[in-house]
């Protein structure tokens, strides 16, 4: 069944021509009528569009183009602009927006003859750790669709994990890829900071956004990312760097590498269920020849207070672009201001709404220095804590999530826990260190992420042990139960 196969053997059915790219996309479009209802990744679909892309794509492919991902289907998060799909980022205030232009990574995979089928939901602006936060619906985890994927990249990981598409972009500022990614069973791959850009990206914290794939193999998710990155002249913050590079990454081995797992990352937070399968990981690991040693990082008992003052602190002077007057829908009300107070007011949701307070309140005068400026310290300190332990070592390692998905609407997980529940993902995008989720098995029939980062610029490295541990883990091949 094509909607089974990776990315990497649709590319190469399409290359040996024993499968064309219509029929590739209407095969996934089909699949995604079908199975959406019940899961609901996606905020829009386009089929039209999406057939109509695929049959250019294989004129192209019939004239002897190579194209290194022709018929690829891919669901795209909806804070990322892409021409002829609607961006709502998952949120009242910007419904029925078109954006006028695509994202960077948009326009290099559908130049490298990708197809995008759709946009998928999210936690409104990227803020939230279950995309219980989409102002529209939340999407349900295909492993139990009573429970939620994880966020803010919900609706991409379903997707993938339903085998609606066989990649998603999402973005991740606190563990947005790798925390949906851990939820659902899948790979989710953080890159360096600036080595992918985040032109056509809405920003949400512009100092720790980064996109990346959502794929059910660490292949795919390097195929991806060679795809997306390399520099970029309209992101400042782009690095100078060439693509990631994908064509070694089966050359890589466990074998030697130095891994540091911190005991803040492993304590009475994590679930006992995920612990085990952690422990068990581990003897892999060193069966295979890793170096594995427990560590103590004090810094990172601050990182969650931390991130939680600085990606509010730039969220608020970020979403402040939204003021009802140069996008999406208008509350009217006399005067502008009353405008821009009614329509924010109004269409913003609340999780939004509070970051938007607690970020302009820690820029306020008077309290600049108490939370932002100690924030930023705090920052300081956890990077050169990380790039100290990357002296001696290859690799930092920890679960991905402290907790499996738990139910829909889930009381026990209020405000103050969901943001708690970032502390293992959180250090990488502080330090714009590349990170990757990779499922390390069930526990109680519920997919268990491990989480591997590595030191800035060291995303080839870290996607050849992740593609290395992913073959002694067990789970390559696992699939969602119903589906
Ligand atoms: N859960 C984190 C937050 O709510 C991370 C979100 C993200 O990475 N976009 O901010």
Redesign the pocket.
Known sequence: MLTRLSAADLVSLVKKKSASVPEIVIAHIERTLTVDPQYRAFLSIDPDLALKRAEEVQRKIDLGEDLPLAGVPVAIKDNISAVGFPMTCGSRILKGYQPPYDATVVERIESMGAIIVGKANL?EF????TCENSAFFPSRNPWDPARVPG??SGGSAVAVSAEMVPVALG??????VR?PAALCGLVGFKPTYGRVSRYGLVA?GSSLDQIGPLTRSVEDASLIAAAISGHDPRDSTSRPDPPIEHSGLKSGSLAGLRIAVPRELTGDAVEPGILSLFQKSIQDFEKEGAHIESIDMPSLQFGVSTYYVI?PAEASSNLARFDGIRYGPQVKAPGHVGQTAMTRGQLFGHEVKLRIMVGTYVLSAGYYDDYYVNAQRHRANLVAEFEKVFQDFDFVLSPTSPSVAFPLGSDTHDSLAL?LL?LCTIPA?LGGFPSISLPCGLSDGLPVGLCLTGPVGTDEKLLKAAYAAEQTADFLGQRPPEI
């Open positions: 936690d990227a803020m939230g750790t966020g803010s973005s991740d500022t606190g563990g947005s925390m949400y990606a943001k970032d995008n």
